[in-house]
């Protein structure tokens, strides 16, 4: 089969510009730095090319896409992805994505690709969107979570893209890789988050600078009947309805199981809790407790002059209020404090993604 890829001389122009993805620690870095007891490694064509070669070998790699960073196996290596379960504290049956060079792959993992998912690949590969088709008989248990589908996607990031297509190259034909986050926890859109997360237990972490979207690729379920999204991503369900040529259903008790749907998750460890703006300063002034406590992730209201606790101002537009989230939750989540406090943002299309993703992190189960 005839596999469609960037000629070699536009992929290395693409990792040229990975900078411009935003301000990661390899806009700092020399080749390798060691942090914590993970090695991060600037996403160089060689450390790419000594990632493919790892990842071959059946060690886990993290790496940056568009969306978060993945922390990598491959896939056809039931130990190495064994091993991600262990790395992350995942639970065996929760599924992985496999991660494409190209979109000419899919009859390796799927055993049917509809129009519906032809049209879909088509339209928003490569970038931040996952379909779930039925599985290839080939496709490790262990990746579908015994499930009867495969959750698909071909990343954007040129660095993911080089890496995939150098194990292409090997023989390996697809990536599975979760979230680079430990289960539960927030995921990581830098490399420094990742060697937070991971210590030791990932033998590379490729650097290509803070995620452009920041947040999980919207997942559409097209295994069974209508499609279906199962999570909300940078590409909204408008812009999937218009190419499907009808609307998606929403999630339902017969979804299969997506842990980023479990009603806690991408939490912080602090406790959260979501205020609406005009209830936000009222609150501050009312506190009880010192106001060291408390950590504001603010977006239109402004820090009152006697505010002495921790304050972030969000971005107001929802892209650059997405690709910083996880990072300011992170930060607010180092502080101390009792509690992070997020202003609520507005509703509406656009924050449809980030709304999904506060609602978990502030959830609190029992
Ligand atoms: O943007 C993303 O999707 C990132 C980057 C690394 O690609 N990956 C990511 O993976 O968020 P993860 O494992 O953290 O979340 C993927 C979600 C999980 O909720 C998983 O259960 C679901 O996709 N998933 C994967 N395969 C599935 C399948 N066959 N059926 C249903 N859900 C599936
Ligand atoms: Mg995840």
């Not at 890789?177 to 859109?189: D, K, Q």
């Not at 420094?192 to 290509?208: I, K, N, Q, T, Y």
């Not at 690729?217 to 812009?239: C, K, M, Q």
């Not at 979804?255 to 998750?265: E, M, V």
Request: neutral net charge; proline residues 6%; glycine residues 10%.
């Amino acid at each position: 089969m005839e596999i469609a890829r960037a000629p070699r001389g536009q992929r290395r122009k693409d990792l040229n510009s990975t900078k411009s993805q935003g301000t990661g620690v390899g806009d700092a870095t020399g080749p390798v730095e060691k942090l914590g007891q993970s090695a991060v490694s600037a996403a160089t064509a060689e450390q790419i090319e000594r990632a493919a070669h790892l990842l071959h070998a059946g060690a886990l790699i993290a790496f940056p896409t568009e969306t978060v960073y993945g922390l990598g196996a491959d896939a056809r290596n039931a130990d190495a992805v064994r091993r991600i379960f262990a790395a992350k504290g995942r639970p065996a049956e929760h599924p992985v994505i496999v991660h494409l060079a190209s979109a000419d792959l899919m009859p390796r993992w799927a055993r049917s690709i509809g129009a519906g998912a032809e049209a879909l690949a088509q339209a928003f590969w490569p970038g931040p969107l996952t379909l779930i088709l039925p599985r290839a008989s080939t496709v490790l248990d262990v990746v579908t979570g015994g499930q009867d589908s495969v959750g698909l996607r071909v990343p954007g990031h040129p660095v993911a893209q080089t890496l995939l297509a150098r194990l292409l190259d090997l023989g390996g034909d697809g990536i599975a890789a979760p979230s680079a986050n430990r289960f539960g926890r927030i995921s990581a859109t830098n490399a420094r988050h990742v060697a937070d997360e991971f210590g030791d237990a990932v033998a590379m972490v490729l650097d290509g600078g803070s995620s452009r979207h920041g947040i999980e690729s919207t997942i559409v379920d097209l295994s069974s009947g209508e499609p279906a999204l199962l999570r909300p991503g940078a590409i909204t369900i408008e812009a999937l309805g218009r190419v499907l040529g009808s609307a998606l259903r929403l999630p339902s008790s017969q979804s299969p199981r997506a842990s980023g749907t479990l009603a806690s998750h991408y939490a912080p460890q602090t406790a959260a809790r979501l205020i609406a703006s005009h209830e936000l300063i009222h609150a501050l002034s009312t506190l009880t407790k010192p106001v060291a406590r408390i950590a504001v992730l603010a977006r239109s209201v402004a820090k009152p002059l006697e505010f002495s606790g921790s304050w972030i101002d969000a971005p107001r537009e929802s892209a650059a209020y997405a690709q910083e989230l996880y990072a300011n939750l992170r930060t607010l989540d180092t502080r101390g404090a009792d509690e992070i406090w997020i202003e609520t943002p507005p509703d509406g299309p656009d924050w449809v993604a980030v709304n999904d993703r506060l609602r978990r992190a502030t959830h609190r189960s029992l």
